[in-house]
């Protein structure tokens, strides 16, 4: 892990800062998965992406925000989201007994943090963040969330199937601007919250398949609008190539950040995966 650090830090130069590589650093693994994540700054003026990997002996907690606001610190939206308040709950009360209820609670207790701040503080108004990714419970399944248009695959690494699990809240049109995030009114934002149960009966995750989390800087260079509707997006071949066929292991989403700079993203990359185990 510590030569790709590097060879980021040779390639891309200063972009790649202190953020991007307290960022990488993983927790332990337990042998029933891996996790990889990774986040990168790329040609952006600010890095305003975040991204966690939590785990003990139960659950996996994958998830990644995407700051929006520019100057309005959608950096710190999306640290507060993912660090203020996920984050720390966790390290105090882990999942709990209810997947759903403690994502759907612990977001919108953000969504409150970050209203807040930025209706109190002009720095920070118009300050927001989308937020997704999933939780991992061994035998029993996995939940995910999303708020805006970031994004949660799964990916079949046997078939070589790849299928994004959310759906992006955007409208549905040439600009297709972001209709919900974690920065508006959380009365109004609650119904949005977006969680799915997936049962491991019905939707089985293998030894060696993928469920992964990104921000939209990963399929940026690879979006083309779909066949018989123009105004709705999805990715292409060669992105759908690259991602079922590579082996994924604790270094995948550097290759995989990696692979979408190469391929133009304008935007923050981030990446953070997790590889069923036996």
Known sequence: MESLKNFFLTLFGKSCGK??????????DFPRWVCSKFSFQGKKDHQEDDV??????????????DGVGGHGHGDWASHCAI?????KTLNALGVGESPAEFLKKTCFRAAQE?????????????CGTTLTGFIYRKSVGY????????????????KKRIVQLTQDQVDESISRKMKYAIGQRPDYMRDHIDVIFWNEDEDLLQEGDVLMAVSDGVCEPFEVPMVG??????DNDAFRQFMTEMSFDENSAT????????????????????????
């Open 83 to 87: 660090h203020d308040v996920f984050e």
């Open 143 to 158: 939940w995910t969330i999303n708020v805006g248009d970031s994004r949660v695959y799964r990916i079949n690494t046997r």
């Open 19 to 28: 953020k991007e590589e307290e960022i990488v650093e993983l927790k332990p």
């Open 52 to 65: 966690l990997v939590w785990q003990d002996e139960r659950d996996v907690v994958v998830l990644v925000a």
């Open 229 to 234: 509707n123009e105004k709705i997006y999805t």
């Open 114 to 126: 970050v209203w807040n701040k930025s209706s109190m503080d002009p720095d920070y108004k118009n």
């Open 255 to 278: 290759k995989i950040v990696e692979n979408s700079y190469q391929n133009g993203s304008r935007d923050n990359i981030t990446c953070a995966l997790m590889v069923k185990g036996k």
